[in-house]
């Protein structure tokens, strides 16, 4: 008898046993499954770092650049003095064929433009520092207004003197 006792004992510290391994068992399994899970789907989620997994940015689609010569010579009396300039221009757009045409279609309006701006000028406007990039600017600025007046785009990045004289 004293045998069945101590059998009888034994088979419950055995049950406490199981039951206080059980609770940390369940949580070894479940972080283990957690950290496999992680392992699996967050590399997809996250971009990565390294030269390998390194995607090159698409490219910006940008127009090549083109120049168009405007064909006239543009003649003009100064403002403030009997002396003349003249020029003849080019300008240059990113803006791809549509900017190229509406130059071309508003040809006249642009000299127009352009005649206008060199009327303005006086010598001291031009003898200045950077009187020409100022001139040329005022330019770009008065072509890119009739072509926005005209055709609802201004493209008109640079304008360049080709040719210039003043007497």
Same mark, same amino acid.
């Given at each position: 008898? /004293?045998?069945? %006792? #101590? $059998?009888?004992?034994?088979?419950?510290?055995? &049950?406490?046993?199981? &039951?206080?391994?059980?609770? +940390?068992?369940?949580?070894?399994?479940?972080? $283990?499954?957690?950290?496999?899970? !992680?392992?699996?789907?967050?590399?997809?989620?996250?971009?990565?770092?390294? /030269?390998?997994?390194?995607?090159?940015?698409?490219? +910006?689609? #940008?127009?090549?650049?083109?120049?168009?010569?405007? @064909?006239?010579?543009?003649?003009?009396?100064?403002? @403030?003095? !009997?002396?003349?300039?003249? %020029?003849?221009?080019?300008?240059?757009?990113?803006?791809?064929?549509?900017?190229?045409?509406?130059?071309?279609?508003?040809?006249?309006?642009? #000299?127009?433009? %352009?005649?206008?701006?060199?009327?303005?000028?006086?010598?001291?406007?031009?003898?200045? /520092? !950077?009187?020409?990039?100022?001139?040329?600017?005022?330019?770009?600025?008065?072509?890119? @207004?009739?072509?926005?007046? &005209?055709?609802?785009?201004?493209?008109?990045?640079?304008?360049?003197?080709?040719?210039?004289?003043?007497?």
């Amino acid at each position: 008898m /004293a045998e069945a %006792v #101590v $059998a009888g004992a034994e088979a419950p510290a055995k &049950k406490g046993l199981l &039951k206080r391994l059980m609770l +940390p068992l369940i949580l070894l399994l479940a972080g $283990a499954g957690g950290g496999a899970a !992680g392992a699996i789907f967050v590399p997809t989620l996250l971009p990565q770092s390294g /030269a390998a997994g390194k995607e090159a940015p698409p490219e +910006p689609t #940008v127009a090549p650049l083109e120049y168009v010569e405007i @064909d006239n010579s543009f003649t003009a009396n100064l403002k @403030d003095t !009997g002396r003349f300039i003249q %020029v003849r221009i080019a300008i240059s757009t990113q803006g791809g064929p549509p900017i190229v045409e509406a130059v071309e279609r508003h040809r006249v309006a642009i #000299v127009a433009a %352009v005649l206008g701006v060199l009327a303005e000028t006086g010598e001291a406007d031009i003898g200045a /520092a !950077g009187g020409r990039e100022a001139l040329t600017r005022r330019m770009r600025i008065a072509i890119n @207004d009739v072509l926005q007046r &005209k055709s609802g785009i201004a493209g008109v990045d640079d304008v360049f003197l080709t040719s210039f004289v003043l007497q």
